[in-house]
């Protein structure tokens, strides 16, 4: 976008200099060529000029001519880069010039509202990241590569799974709304809006995070290819997001394609090379080491008859028994590593009147687990035409193809084959008659799966009169995304089983707009209006059907009603329109004072009828430091820029559904030959309801110090997320049973800085870059409906707990999302130690089900030396579900970034590295594993625990874990419940996501092969992680920060890419 | 001048953005706890009898709220607005510091396992629960507390009402008009030979002059007599059980049983010879040792009271060990064998489940009314 404005204001400055150039007296032609200081890439289209003055540009090989006075003095200038001015020479007729990349934040352009402007005129805050800093390391999805560069942006890359998504988060939580229950809970997703190329993307679905059981779960957002990515911009604050309102409340993200910039027309190639290497799995006993380890427990913690049975358990009794006299590494068979290519290639070209550009890519990815990957074809092509200064067309085409393959899980969780994963060593490896239906479930499933996604835009921009734009943009998406997976007959119970699923989704989005620029005097003025028109629609139809004629056929569906076992069309069914119509003013004065005021009206067709459109005001201020005399006159030399910025404003985004504005209607069949249609009495219609709003105030400053040696962006926010929906219960004397209301409301606060230094003088050879970022982010949960009384759960049904569910407590005053957990105190270190009822004599007792149960007096539930020592909150000598407390926070309340980029000549080494702090992670996958220890009877591998500081002895007062071999005695005492204090651990991390070598070809040597250049580069990403968590992989825990058995682990990557210019 | 004012203000700005992060510039709530507008008692009018614990279990419906929980009683009365603040009162009382296991080899030990600690006969414990203490005696029984239940009407009068104050650091509710019914002591159990309202003798109905006993249980005992299996509730060999106190030691701790034949004359216990003496009752010889002191016309353990101690199930307790929700009374099996006609030879067995509540020097009597046992071989 940036270079859209640079460009025409270059082209227009040639032409009137031109002009001047008439009246000149001697002239020399200089030549020379320009090149990137760091990559000695030609810098294509940099502009040679004189003070105040554009002459020309360098072409596609950076090679200038320009006609100058004797000894003038020349000024090279390029975006992104920091202009240099010489002095020719008298004669000099050559001069070749190395521009250095600018790492300064401030200055530059951007687009705000859909128009461009001046950054330094700009009051909200932001951060810019170029396209460079996304490449080199193939991803799925462009998105896990901004994790910790930008402050403020916390992306957790939580599942390793081909195509899909992590979290992402701007400001802290935004939400606190979670679906589903058990290992299958999650945070409702509240990405930021993407605005690509000024077409807004809607990414944020559930069912685009492989949540969902339904749908191929690939993000739109792995379909945009990151070779075609020229810039991405992070707008965090409520007056830079104003103006994307009716769906900015999360943040936005403005991602800039590639745009054809070279008169000769350019073909680049990129191909990478790289292999995903299995992280360490769960380290096992194998053949008799198991079995030996199960006869042991037996035979030491048997009770009842397990002896005698033990003898009738041929696994363990009959080892000469040729299917169990195996030591099979099931690990192995589901996980390994993979290789993998992506290629892309890109051609563009055209100037400034006409330009053009076609990106072509495939991506493929297969995953650690078998029997998944990903695959992407895409295509994406655009065009500017420029006719006459005054008018101007762009348009632009994506297309792409996803291919995705899950395997037996849903996206993000591979339940089955983690449970396959976990099987006895003893069993016999997987063979078509010998395995069990899970195990060819999980390697024998047929999926034909992927997002199909086309997406046309055109805009086109008149300027009136001098200063009055009037643009208008048309924009429509169309994806598809089916599955079908077929599942033969003997991996399903001698059925087959096919699902057929069925989405489509349509958005139609226009934009029109009005804007005015009006210097007068030393005042600028600039008002723009638009308008802004969403329809949306979407439909998922489902349908599940047993029994094909043999597992060769995948068919026909639907031949049979009876075998058909539900479907239909899914609640996600979408039909929104809105509508919104926006201001926005700003005026400044010698660019030293800047205020920004816009004013948006939202209506939205999912708000309440007597709600029907939100009013978000947002108001800015900045003041540029620098622009003031007085005090630069007094920090020359030291001081570049500084300014200081203040805002506040209000963003919305459409939380409702159509049914909770208008309630549902169920068909009921027929009776008398009439069709029965009746209210449905789950939910009851809420007429006000509202978009949930985010009100933001933000204070920040940027300094740019020694010669851009030094920048420093601080910014300090507090952020209030008002009307989130939250489900209300009613009386069960009232005929509905709940209604959807806006009564929660949190908010966020907290500080960002981002560092960027240059220690290296800017004439040294080595080029030292460093980026330090950090943001410190406390939500606090502000109201609950009154009659919860200030606190309230996740799930409501929390007297009876499933002990593996996790429970998140709402409690106004605390951070957001805590978990209500039992607080675990170490270990009996003997059976005199637990504590004794003085009204019973009873031994403190372990209620598993229910508060009522007779278990309270079973003698078999007392607790005994070696078990968990869980605190009785209530005094009553039973530990049941009343005793839990509110603990813990799992959202982060550090997370940032460190970017290290050295280059010598024509090598260049970056490490990039990620950091979270201060949250809390239930490992649940550690529960997992010691329960596998306790169940000699089951067909579960035995994990090794040598590691694990588990309960000796009667006297073992220090061990941190109760006995697990006691398998007997723990199907009672429940002690390895996730639940607990135990297992909620530090989710610290520090993470060195990237480390890049590359190395660009001599220049000389490529083109003795017919190359223009060719950079060539090696990158290893996810190499290591810091933690003091004990579990498998701390950034692979869901967003309510637990750590799910069955999830899809992150790989380790090592990539080597060629970039090849034609 | 101006630039001075000017950097004042640029430090005051910094300041701001300093200290902005600080919670009390946004009036943040603050943390407290849960105290659910929802928690209430499920069961709000409870019934004891006097001289034995209990424990209501899981009454308090907490909905959830934040425990620790502080519950006091407020305002005992009864329903005609009496003060009834006498359940309140603090009484030494025999509480556990350690788990009874039926495995102590001697009153000692037993004793050690208990402690004195005051409590008032009415609590309620920090989950809620409604508790009942064994510490007062009706008057009926020789103690002090008016039980008022004379019948099985009980009148708004007779009730003890109390509120109940829940607090935690979230606020305060108080729950009102619980309700507590005392009845009079029922020292032992099975009590069919006890009037539960009036402690006297056991008419059946008001009117009625027809004593109720407790029958034994019997199993392959002839008769002296008739030589056919004693029937315990048929006329002609009628087996009567009698729980009663044989001292007014209040601080008694010995427990007999007796065995007497029709002419109520006692008979030998050492004629059971088949008892597995150490297996009956948790007591002990005046000596310590575990098992029972034999006389020629009863046998007697020293025991430590209520029996059973607590609901756990030991081997003295009906169905032993094995019976896991077991432990509610105490079992005990006399036994002897003899060969009977035709040369069979047969286990005779007398058994009682039973409990005693409160200490004393107590006997259990097995009386064989109209038929004597017949021990003898054929």
Partial sequence: MRKQIIWPSIFFCVLFLCQNLMAQVKKITVKGIILDAATKEPLTGATIGTPGKGLTQADVDGKYSVIVDDGATLVFTNVGYVSQTVKLRPGQVALNINLTASANEINGVVVRGYVKRNRDEQTGSSYIITGKEVQDNPVGNVEQLLQGKVAGLNIQNNTGAPGMRGSVNIRGLSTIAITGTGDNAYLQPTSPLYIIDGIPLTADQASQYGFDQQGSGVSPLSLIPQEDIASMEILKDATATALYGSRGAYGVILITTVRGKSKIPRVMYTANFYVSAVPKLRSLYGGTNERNFKINQIQTYGINNDKYLLSNTPALSDSLNAYYNNSTDWQGIYYSDKFNTTHNVEMDGGDEKFNYKANLKYFSQSGLIANTGFENYSLDMNMQFKPSPKLSFFGSIRSSLGKVQAGSGTGVLQTIVNNSAGKSSLLPGPSFLLATSDVLSSLDIRNNAGPKEIDANINASYELLKGLVLGTTTNYTYRTDNTDSFLPAAANGQTTLMNNDYSYYSELYNRNNISYTKPIGNHNLFFSVFNEIYIKNNQENYTRIFGSPNDTYEGPYGYNGALSTGGGVLDNFLNLRTASFAGAFTYDYKKKYVVDFTYRVDGSSVNGQNNLYTKNPSVGFKWNLTNEDWISNRTKGWLDQADLRLTAGQNIYPVGELKDIYGKYNSNGFYDNQSRVSVDFDEIPNPNLKSKSVIQYNLGFDVSLFHEAVNVTFDTYYKKVDNELFKIFLDNTLGFNYYNSNGVALSDYGYELTLTLHPLSKTSKLRWDINLNGALNYDVLLKLPSQYNGQTYSDQDVTSPELTKQYVVYRVGRNSLSNWLFINQGVYASTANVPVDPVTGLRLRSVVSGTNSGTALNPLYSYQGGDAILQDANHDYVIDARDRQVSGNSQPLLTGGFSNTLGYKAFSLNIYCSYTAVRSVINASLAQRLLLLSDPFGSNSVPTASDLRIWKGTGDATAKFANVYDYAHEQYMSNFRASQTLFQENGSYFKINQVTLSYNVPKNFTKRIGLNSVRTYFSASNLAIFTPYSGPNVENVNALGKDVDGAYPNPRTYTLGFNVQF | ?378
């Avoid at chain 2, 659910?36 to 959830?64: C, E, W």
């Avoid at chain 2, 008769?223 to 009628?238: F, Q, V």
């Avoid at chain 2, 609901?311 to 005990?332: C, D, F």
């Avoid at chain 2, 064989?368 to 071989?377: Q, S």
């Fill in chain 2, 1 to 378: 001048m101006q630039n001075k004012i000017k950097y004042r203000a640029f430090v005051l700005l910094t300041a701001a953005v300093a200290f902005s992060g600080c919670r009390k510039i946004f009036n943040l709530p603050t943390e407290k706890s849960y105290l659910s507008t929802q928690a209430t008692y499920a069961q709000k009018d409870f019934s004891f009898i006097l001289g034995r614990t209990y424990v209501y279990n899981g009454v308090f419906n907490s909905d959830n709220s934040t425990f620790p929980i502080d519950f006091t009683i407020t305002n005992p009365r009864f329903g005609d607005g009496r003060d009834a603040s006498d359940m309140l009162k603090k009484i030494p009382t025999l509480v556990w510091t350690q788990e009874y296991t039926g495995k102590e080899t001697s009153l000692a030990q037993i004793a050690a396992k208990r402690k004195l600690e005051n409590h008032s006969p009415l609590e309620i414990r920090g989950n809620g629960d409604v508790m009942w203490w064994n510490n007062v005696r009706s008057k009926i029984r020789g103690g002090t507390f008016d039980a008022a239940t004379i019948d099985t009407v009980v009148y708004p009068q007779q009730k003890r009402y109390f509120d109940v104050k829940l607090t935690n650091s979230g606020g305060s509710r108080t729950i009102k008009d619980l309700t507590v019914t005392t009845q009079v002591d029922q020292p032992y159990s099975p009590v069919d030979d006890y009037n539960i309202y009036t402690g006297q003798p056991n008419t059946g109905t008001p009117n009625s002059h027809q004593i109720q006993h407790i029958f034994a249980q019997l199993f392959n005992i002839d008769g002296e007599t008739t030589g056919t299996n004693i029937d315990p509730h048929a006329a002609s060999s009628l087996v009567y059980v009698y729980i009663r106190k044989f001292s007014d030691d209040s601080t008694g701790h010995r427990l007999r049983f007796k065995f007497l034949n029709k002419d109520s004359l006692e008979i030998n216990p050492k004629r059971f010879s088949a008892t597995k003496w150490l297996e009956q009752v948790h007591g002990f010889t005046a000596d310590g040792a575990p098992g029972p002191d034999f006389t020629d016309t009863y046998v007697e353990y020293n025991v430590a009271y209520p029996i059973p101690l607590a609901k756990i199930p030991t081997k003295y307790t009906s169905g032993g060990v094995a019976n896991i929700n077991g432990g509610g009374s105490a079992h005990v099996e006399f036994s002897y064998s003899r060969v009977a006609q035709g040369g069979i030879r047969k286990t005779g067995v007398i058994l009682q489940d039973f409990n005693i509540y409160e200490p004393g020097d107590w006997e259990i009597v097995f009386h064989f009314k109209t038929e004597n046992p017949k021990f003898d071989n054929d």
